[in-house]
């Protein structure tokens, strides 16, 4: 019996934050913000994520009484320009633009409140589409947050491939649709999940994003 062959895919649709967008300059203001130094916050949310917690769990271990919705909305209020060119990682420019020129379907879509949408769209980068899970109506990792993706790409989830940097919220959850999923390994989620026993889950697994074409080819 002759193996089928695995759905081509048509479109690739990229998280963001530490797949495309270093975060370290967000969480080192969040450090300030709460008077604490960038290292000891970061212990702290690489201690939360080992642990499989919410990344919230960091503001109520480093100070219960961090008004956390407060805080949210002071920035909504004046911090448009979530993120600037020098907030993308060195590869994510690159990538985009040679796989828009492979013919890919590029789109954007993580959990973001809906400035990330200008924040983004200032950055202009080759893609075809950008949404977020305040547009979507969903948040990672629900399954109705994938389907309106794919239906955002006008195709079958099985065309689809997305990348992440999380096992939990973007490629176990992306898989389960029907989607490829591309685990990257960067970023402290991504460094923590690659030790998670349901890292051999993933389809695919990369280090950088120069490796992503190389590795879907394969099929």
Same mark, same amino acid.
């Given at each position: 019996m002759t193996a089928a062959m695995p759905t081509p895919v048509r479109a690739i649709v990229f998280d963001v934050g !530490?797949? =495309?967008?270093?975060? @370290? *300059? /967000?969480?080192? #203001?969040?450090?300030a913000e709460m008077g604490r130094s960038e290292t000891e916050f970061m212990a702290? =949310?690489? #201690?939360?994520?080992?642990? *499989? /917690?919410?990344?919230?769990e960091v503001f109520k271990r480093l100070d219960p009484d961090f008004d956390l919705q407060a805080a949210y909305r002071r920035r909504d209020a004046t911090d448009d320009n979530i993120w600037e060119e020098q907030d993308l990682y060195p590869d994510a420019r690159a990538a985009l633009? *040679? =796989?828009?020129a492979r013919g890919f379907q590029i789109g954007l879509a993580g959990n973001q409140p809906h400035k990330a949408r200008h924040a983004l769209e200032c950055l202009t980068l080759p893609v075809d589409w950008i949404a977020n899970s305040a547009e979507l109506g969903a948040e990672k990792p629900a399954p109705e947050f994938f389907a309106r993706i794919a239906a955002k790409a006008g195709m079958p989830a099985s065309n689809i491939? !997305?990348?992440?940097d999380r096992l939990d919220n973007d490629i176990l959850p992306a898989q389960a649709a029907g989607m490829r999923? @591309?685990? =990257?390994? *960067?970023?402290?989620?991504?460094? @923590?999940? @690659?030790k998670w026993p349901e890292a051999s889950m993933a389809q695919h697994t990369i280090q950088s994003l120069d490796d992503l074409w190389p590795e879907l080819s394969k099929d």
């Open positions: !530490y797949t =495309l967008i270093d975060e @370290a *300059r /967000q969480w080192a #203001s969040w450090a702290a =949310l690489k #201690s939360v994520i080992r642990e *499989r /917690q919410h990344h919230r633009t *040679r =796989l828009k491939a !997305y990348v992440g999923g @591309a685990f =990257l390994v *960067r970023g402290p989620w991504g460094e @923590a999940h @690659a």
